[in-house]
């Protein structure tokens, strides 16, 4: 079993704009009987998955998700050779089978990068290849970068890929890391906290 998740931790690096993360203590051992911290981070924290609400007005929301949606046979995705701001199209993902798993991975070796400034400048996925996986029955989108759409520091309403995806019904996990020696076909699960909004971090894994 592997993790694949970024872990949660105080003043993390989030996608522009997002809420910052805060982690402190409430309640310490030695003066209250017990050790609780106070956690303060937006929905869309460190590894996480998008419900469709999440750009798509009247979408469904994380209580409207089921589990089953977020486990699975995975195809995972490694490509080589995309550098910092480059869109990947259908060719750069290599030769796909006439049917995909619902979950499909896209490895672009970013995670790396995952609270550097250059994470920001991320490789993105061209609309037309999202398209072409939702069309071979892709229903969750997994990519290792902040997102499948370009990052702009500054902010950006545009998100083709989450139109895409989500505007079909489907489900985007980002931030997964540690994906470099996951092999092509694995089982994976995305276990996110039970929260009925538009997004929840989840512990990402892949089964041996």
Do not use: C, K, Q
């Amino acid at each position: 079993m592997r993790d694949l998740s970024h872990p949660i931790a105080d003043g993390m690096m989030v996608y522009p704009g997002d809420p910052g993360v805060h982690l402190a203590p409430a309640l310490e051992l030695e003066r209250d009987g017990a050790a609780v911290t106070a956690l303060e981070l937006g929905s869309h924290t460190g590894t996480h998955v998008d419900a469709p609400s999440h750009t798509v007005a009247g979408g469904r929301t994380m209580a409207e998700v089921s589990l089953e949606e977020l486990v699975g046979d995975a195809l995972v995705l490694h490509l080589s050779g995309v550098g910092d701001g480059e869109t990947y199209g259908l060719e750069a993902l290599g030769e796909l089978p006439d049917r995909v798993p619902a979950i499909v991975v896209v490895d672009t070796g970013w995670w790396r990068f995952f609270g550097t400034e250059r994470a920001l400048r991320h490789p993105s996925m061209a609309p037309d290849a999202a398209h072409e996986l939702v069309a071979r029955g892709m229903r969750v989108l997994a990519v290792d970068t902040l997102s499948p759409d370009p990052t702009d520091a500054a902010g950006t309403t545009s998100f083709p890929v989450h139109e895409v995806v989500l505007g079909g019904d489907g489900l985007i996990v980002e931030n997964v890391a540690a994906l470099e020696d996951v092999p092509s076909r694995v089982r994976i699960g995305f276990f996110p906290l039970r929260l009925g909004v538009d997004g929840a971090p989840v512990r990402a894994v892949a089964f041996d």
